[in-house]
Each structure stands twice: as structure tokens, then as C-alpha cells.
């Protein structure tokens, strides 16, 4: 079992609706979580970086944290084309390394 | 503006031969790292260095070299016993510490000719 899955999709959405990410892992040790954000032929951008279980928001974006299932989610609320990118999980858990997904590719539909 | 560099942004290599990728940073960063990234596998971790003077090996470091002389500069040897070379490869930093985010360059993306 590898230690981060991701679904890589792609997820192709509408315009204006709500996208829906996860990821879960395996390793009970990590405790910090991040999400990345993706364009083409570019680095990662980090989106959100969280500790604790529940949720974080910023903007259109929300974290959530469930250390009991061992499961991360990234929801992206009014999607714009502009959000069309692959989306990483990653995390840590102080071996001063992160763990990474996939990766998931978004398309947003005009 | 802070941030990290990488270049060139696209490098071509003949067989048998070393090319070297560059990753500066002006975040102050202690922590350097390079990846490499292929179609479908996500990132790699090739070395990392959390001090200057000081490298680990990654999960993937045969074929590859690295030095650490400068906090700022963390440059990437490819070398010729590295069979598959072709792919993205990204450079990241953070500030230290086991838990801390990287943050990443635009990447290198290397090619055989």
C-alpha cells in the first residue's frame, strides 16, 4: 500500500461548481497536510497547509483534516477556468520529508 | 521578489554526457531539495540538504549528484550512469524543520538528444 493515494482523475467540472478533492494515507505519523497547486509546464504552488483536524478556509478554497480515517480533502468553491491545474496532496511527518500524491488534473469548463 | 530559480528552463543532453541543473533561492531557506518528476508518478525525491555542506540521498539518487557549498545554491549534476534522464525536474526550499511546506521553482525540463 503506498503511503499517499491519490485519485488522478482528470475531473472535468463546470464553470461555478464546487470541485472536490481527496487524498489518504496510510502513515499515522503524519500531521501536517498541504495542498499544491499545478499548471502545466510550471511548480507546484501551495494552496493550503494545515495541522490539526477540521477545517481551513481561505478564499474560495477548504482544507479538511480527518486524522481518524486518514483522509485529507480540498474543496475549490465557484471554480473558474482559472482553477483548470493538477492538484497535489502532501504531508509530514517529521522525517524531514513530505509524502506526496499524484496528483489530480482539474478541468473547468467555460 | 523572493523565490527560487531554477535554470536553464529547457536543456538538452548527449549520451555520456554530465549536465548540471541550477536552484537559487533568496528565501533564506535552510532546507534545499530536487525532485524529479515523470508522467503519472508524481515527484521523486532525488537529495535534499537541510545545512550547507550537508546532503542526503533521496529515494532515487543513483545517477545523480549534488553539492551544497552555498545556503542559496543547491545545483544538480545529472550524470551519465543516469540511463532515463528525460524528465521535469523541480527544485524546492523551506525555511527548515521537519514540518515545514516547500516551496518550488518553475522547474528544468531535460531531454536526450
Known amino acids: 500500500q503506498k503511503e499517499v493515494e491519490q485519485d488522478p482523475g482528470p475531473l472535468s467540472v463546470p464553470e461555478g461548481a464546487i470541485v472536490s478533492l481527496n487524498c489518504t494515507y496510510s502513515n499515522s505519523a503524519f500531521q501536517y497536510f498541504m495542498w499544491y497547486r499545478q499548471y502545466s509546464r510550471k511548480g507546484p504552488e501551495l494552496l493550503m497547509y494545515?495541522?490539526?483536524?477540521g477545517n481551513k478556509e481561505d478564499g474560495r478554497f477548504t482544507a479538511q483534516v480527518d486524522k481518524s480515517s486518514k483522509y485529507i480533502s480540498l474543496f475549490i468553491r465557484d471554480s473558474q477556468p482559472s482553477d483548470s491545474a493538477t492538484y497535489l496532496c502532501a504531508m509530514s511527518g517529521g522525517n524531514n520529508r513530505l509524502a506526496f500524491g499524484k496528483g489530480n488534473q482539474v478541468v473547468v469548463i467555460p | 521578489d523572493g523565490g527560487i530559480t531554477q535554470s536553464p528552463k529547457y536543456l538538452f543532453r548527449k549520451e555520456g554526457q554530465n549536465v548540471t541543473l541550477s536552484c537559487e533561492q533568496n528565501l533564506n531557506h535552510d532546507a534545499m531539495y530536487w525532485y524529479r518528476q515523470d508522467p503519472g508518478q508524481g515527484l521523486r525525491l532525488i537529495y535534499y540538504?537541510?545545512?550547507?555542506?550537508?546532503?542526503q540521498k533521496g529515494d532515487i539518487a543513483e545517477g545523480y549528484s549534488v553539492s551544497r557549498e552555498k545556503k542559496e545554491s543547491f545545483p544538480l549534476t545529472v550524470t551519465s550512469a543516469q540511463k532515463n534522464p528525460t524528465a521535469f525536474y523541480l527544485c524546492?526550499?523551506?525555511?527548515?524543520?521537519?514540518?515545514?511546506?516547500?516551496?518550488f521553482g518553475d522547474g528544468t525540463r531535460l531531454s536526450i538528444l
Open positions: 540538504s537541510h545545512i550547507v555542506n550537508d546532503f
Open positions: 524546492a526550499s523551506s525555511i527548515g524543520g521537519s514540518n515545514q511546506p516547500q516551496h
Open positions: 494545515t495541522y490539526s483536524s
